[in-house]
């Protein structure tokens, strides 16, 4: 695989099923809205049980979800993500050749990802059995421009021959989801969601509505080919298959030139999808080809003018951040009907939930470089409350809102609530990316709008869920985010940020009082200054752990009285451990899938001393297994911050190519993105230093490893600053947007133009 | 309904559904190895949906236990009781006539179960549409002389006509699983585990075998009808149905009579259960029926002798404690094959499985009155130790062996391990039952052969399972009998009886050393000294909670830190709290479904202050809904122990007639053997006092309520003691055995013959 920063190659097609199955992923189309799996056109031989997928961000159906003991309020019904109707399959025959990778013989092949341009591009030279030469080029592109539109460019030049040729374009309505009975985390049985209404051609597009089995939603896909000489045309259905199909010919030397348009619409965000789809198909229909590229590519040279991050002396790490970067654009949805996945638009894995990998991984990267689209991310989660509301209720809770661990459509998805329901903590999660928003925009406007409604339900909950003991405030029987150690009290992680969210709640309150913009808020949710003094009351007494003997902050009030399981004694095959090891096992000893108090630590470096977080990291990362690959960037991050330039460097370097090598043996269910943004967050909070708090910005960068230089944007308060590190010194150039102050290595400065502060040795 | 001591009677049969489904359980036959629900033979209208049920105890199939989540070490897979055979069925027809009680008129009806003969009764004078009268009575018993032996006899006489008479006396071989999916205690859907291989006939006896659809078992039922005149007989098999159709005539007042003889058989304790029903049966018809009912009186009047308990001045008290014993007697197995469930053999009601109710409630009443089936409840145990191992190592633990929570065959049931396989307790409370029964027998050959093991076996769990920290032997992330507070840290409960264990391991180790009969075990499991010292270190190290503030033992580490709920502020629709609260709100808050400090300070009084124990008492009641049936007898025990006899009085009240007045509302699901010997228990270890103890047995009666007197039995090291306790005295006889040293009131006394000591006033 060649990687420049903006190009990922693959010189020579592999066509193992392995490699096919990866490439799917790897180079998947999506913009948010729509995701693509990478499959060929003309499809695979028998045996490759590949499933083309086609997804659409907040679609969803209703699966059950059994329960070995029916308890009250656990979950019996989860969402899932749906595949959609297959818009790929092309085929192509010149006179009884039928092409296919898999006869006759490749000359020579290529597949790139264009990230400047956003498209895919394969090129194929093949000899057919019979000899037959010819050049395929096919471009495929998901467009930023047009989210419901997805374009097949195929392209086929006759090298040594002209036949008579017929182009079978396939729009099929009848798919199922990807099952692995093998893999836990996935589906077992393969299971139809879509049923097809019916397939209409008009005006030689083809449109294929479809219903979810459960949820009572509607999706239409719509196709049209257009090709580029003379022809006849059929349509054939067959049982929801669409056929378009072309009686040509191909001469030698002449490119036959094909436009496969698709469009997808859902009656989520546009009511009546098929008339919708209609629409779209034309608005696409009436944009030249070449003008949507060039939309795809102006698109990008402003997403990439915003966040670009350049790093010199490790060309790999570069290439390998910006494709993650890459990829977080094509995840995160763009309205507030969606959110990010775990697998954004690539796979079912996770079955498309939302986490709090939204919040905590990757939203920071957009809060500091596209705050709109972090915003978008917080009014996904505004037009759910009512749904947190209603789920603090199932759970006890007789006010305040609580969250879903995991969900498409705002209801709990968790089959297993103490890994799951139990992550109170997400609470905190999306109140502290909230917070963040603020700093980072100052946008009160939209804290009176969505936020301060938000912030002060789950507020609520803390009050609801905490007690008073001893003088302090508890909260007790939760779930951190270290799922090795379920239903504990006092979680150091989540009393700290509901420490942090409360003393907001009041200071949101406050801030909307004083500009008389709390109004509105009273009345619809009844929030009251005394409500507030409990907030701060809470806030002011929470318990936070902190043992006295090892100078740390105890993962929960019981962690260290557990059994101590030293990581070097298990055998690597028992890796992850759990999918070796009886919860209750894990839970009886002081082992940990992923960062929990030193996340805690990074997220509110403040709220205890350097020698406390110094400790607390040895002490964790000891016991830490890093099953989670939300881990590792974080003690990166933390070991950078506390001056261990090297072991931050070898965790970079550990997850910056998770995805593109395949580390961890189960990228075909899609990529990694809260990983990809926490190898962002790698670069800018790890190496950069940087900080965003209440007191304005931070910075304090080291260059690590070999790198040479590496330069990375914020934006702050509407501002756009670059910053460039090298060997010497550090140089901030405000790029965009009025004069701000920036805090670097401690000291404060005025940027006004370009600022230059000398490295400390 | 009618209840003299020995007499259970329905004066007049009501034909409701609620009624009728009652006494299906009520009025069930068993003798602890077969159970038959009363059902009527000529069965029910359409709309009454009963399942005539026949259980075997022990005898199993597979069932899936589907996971939310598939986490490692999940049970996946549960076993189950089966409906076997209908034997029931008796069809009479005079002329053109189908008898039954809900055609015509019922002249007059009755049922009696008798206890002193081990029978149930029938008698129903009954008037056809056309004026026919006849009476009807029907005898029917599960021998407790021959246990795979059941018997219906039969008997008609015309009192105003005579007629052609038919009668089909059916072997069902087709049945199902009863259902019901609106309760999660029951199984949703009816299963057919059985299938009929084949129905033969053989001597005009008809075998139905069957075989379980995963477990791999069989189970042969045989039938034989026996008419006492003349008659012509046809048999017909329609699809494993096989009717047996007499046609007679019946004369005025000449009765017709006829015995059903049915036993069943199974390929666990049989091996072919097809050869060994037609011996059953040979041997069954061998034996005049008079003089197997003879049998059946003369086992009872053994029984009864053995452990009769009369109480004078409360007849619907002594009534109700006589119906428990006898159930207890019907309900607990007789072989090492099968144990006793919480349901008997009476419903399906937690699927038949066996939990700690056999060792904590049921076996101490058998301890100390038929010691052989408490012994045989512990070879029950011993046979499935190799699962306790193998589940040991299923939930991460090296060495040691954990019994299920709940199971029929060995391998654990629980769905929901937090509140199953959690109760670690288990291990605890077999080995207390196993002392006990060394106690109460001094059967050191007993322990040799079988205890031993156990005892080791399951105390080198708890090294494997606890850890020292801060010098204190710490039991982590268990569960207690209290099943509103799971996955805790140092149940109070869980680590005193892993203290007492561990000791008696210990003494075990030295009795069995000094006696020279270790040898065999110390090749089998390597048990060395070596070990013992390491028993005995955690033992004496053993962490127990207790609270300076309060003077009372917190149920666990955290339990004081929670939520306090007051009870008075829950409406009463809201109890039992499981079925309306999420398990993490229960979790959550002080709050507990049955006694579990309390349950510990009554099993090992000596192991805190009397005070401790009295403030515990108060500080638990407050906070306990006795939620599940095994709570208020514990209750009830320590209140009389703590010098309440009123409250003590009261939990009794509440308790003794639980199925006969269906308070709980469940009692359709089958008895609640557990709350039957909690009845047993809270007269003579709560109102008795008795204790039974290292250095002997302890009493200190008292004479509750309107009682004027009370007497009972124990057995102890051989000896029979009767004890007689009146307004002014208490009286010692000693019925059987040699003399014996017993502690009233806290003196000790040497019973010869008889021995009277006054009462405290």
Avoid at 184 to 192: D, F, I, S, T, Y
Avoid at 559 to 578: T, V, Y
Wanted: negative net charge.
């Amino acid at each position: 695989m060649q990687n420049t920063p903006y190009v990922l190659e693959l010189a020579d097609i592999s066509l193992d099923r392995y490699h096919l199955n990866l490439n799917e992923v790897i180079f998947h189309n999506a913009n948010g809205y729509i995701g693509i799996r990478y499959d060929f056109e003309e499809g695979y031989p028998e045996g490759y049980n590949f499933t083309p997928s086609q997804y659409i961000n907040g679609l969803y159906d209703y699966a059950d979800l059994p329960q070995a003991e029916k308890l009250f309020g656990l979950v019996n019904e989860k969402q899932t993500i749906l595949n959609t109707a297959n818009t790929q399959i092309i085929r192509i025959m010149f006179d009884d050749e039928e092409f296919s990778m898999f006869k006759g013989t490749v000359l020579s092949s290529n597949l790139r990802l264009d990230m400047e341009r956003g498209i895919t591009v394969r090129k194929v030279k093949w000899r057919s059995p019979q000899g037959k030469e010819m050049l395929l080029t096919v471009t495929r592109m998901a467009s930023f421009y047009q989210l419901p539109l997805f374009t097949i460019e195929y392209e086929v030049e006759p090298l040594n021959f002209s036949a008579r040729t017929v182009i079978d374009s396939v729009h099929d309505g009848t798919v199922c989801n990807y099952a692995n009975p093998a893999d836990p985390r996935l589906a077992c049985e393969c299971v139809q969601y879509l049923t097809p209404l019916g397939c209409e051609i008009k005006e030689a597009t083809s449109y294929i509505t479809s219903k979810t089995s459960k949820s009572n939603l509607e999706i239409c896909s719509g196709v049209k080919n257009v090709l580029f000489q003379e022809y006849q045309q059929e349509f054939v259905i067959d049982n929801n298959d669409a056929h378009c199909r072309f009686h040509t010919y191909a001469r030698q030397g002449e490119k036959i030139r094909l436009i496969k348009y698709a469009v997808f619409c859902d009656s989520i965000r546009h009511g009546n999808c098929r008339l919708q789809a209609e629409a779209e198909m034309e608005r696409a229909l009436s944009t030249p080809l070449e003008t949507l590229y060039r939309k795809q590519t102006a698109y990008l040279e402003d997403y990439w003018n915003s966040c670009r991050v350049d790093i010199e002396g490790d060309p790999e790490s570069n290439a390998a951040l910006r494709y993650s970067m890459y990829q977080l654009l094509q995840s995160v949805g763009k309205d507030r009907f969606s959110n990010i996945s775990p697998k954004g638009l690539s796979g079912d894995g996770y079955e498309g939930h939302f986490f709090w990998d939204s919040e905590m991984y990757i939203q920071p990267f957009f809060t500091i470089t596209r705050p709109h689209i972090s915003r978008t991310l917080i009014e996904y989660r505004y037009a759910t409350l009512d749904m947190a509301r209603e789920n603090a209720r199932i759970l006890g809770h007789h006010s305040g809102s609580l969250y879903p661990w995991r969900t498409i459509m705002g209801r709990e998805c968790s089959g297993y609530f103490p890994a799951g329901s139990a992550q109170y903590h997400i609470n905190g999660d999306i109140a502290y990316a909230i917070i963040a928003y603020y700093l980072a925009s100052k946008d009160l406007a939209f804290i009176k709008e969505m936020g301060a409604e938000i912030i002060f339900e789950t507020a609520r909950l803390w009050i609801d869920a905490g007690n008073f003991h001893d003088g302090k405030f508890h909260i007790n029987e939760v779930t951190g985010p270290d799922e090795y150690t379920c239903l504990v009290n006092n979680n150091y992680y989540t009393n700290l940020l509901a420490q942090y969210h409360l003393n907001w709640a009041a200071k949101f309150y406050y801030l909307l009082k004083d500009s008389q913009m709390l109004l509105e808020l009273e009345e619809k949710i009844g929030i009251s200054e005394r409500e507030i003094e409990l907030f701060q009351k809470a806030s002011t007494g929470m318990y936070l752990p902190y043992d006295e003997k090892l100078g740390i902050n105890p993962q929960d009030d019981s962690f260290l009285q557990k059994k101590r399981w030293d990581i070097d004694s298990i055998p690597p095959h028992k890796f992850p451990l759990l999918l070796n090891y009886h919860p209750m096992h894990l839970y009886r000893h002081q082992i940990c899938k992923q960062a929990d108090t030193v996340m805690a630590h990074f997220l509110l470096e403040d709220a205890q001393s350097r020698e406390t977080m110094l400790n607390s990291f040895k002490y964790y990362e000891k016991i830490s297994t890093h099953d989670s690959s939300l881990s590792m960037c974080i003690f990166g991050i933390m070991a950078a911050r506390l001056g261990m330039e090297e072991k931050a460097f070898a965790y970079f370097k550990n997850i910056i190519r998770v995805d593109l090598d395949d580390t961890l043996n189960n990228t075909v269910d899609g990529i990694h993105t809260a990983n990809m943004a926490g190898s962002y967050m790698a670069v800018i909070y790890g190496f950069g230093g940087f900080r965003l708090k209440e007191s304005g910005i931070f910075l304090a960068p080291l260059l690590p490893g070999d790198w040479s230089a590496y330069s990375f944007k914020i934006s702050f308060e509407g501002s756009r600053i670059m910053v460039h590190v090298k060997e010497s010194e550090c140089k901030f150039v405000l790029e965009q947007g009025g004069a701000k102050d920036i805090h670097v290595y401690g000291d404060k400065y005025l940027l006004e133009d370009v600022l230059i502060v000398k490295r400390p040795k």
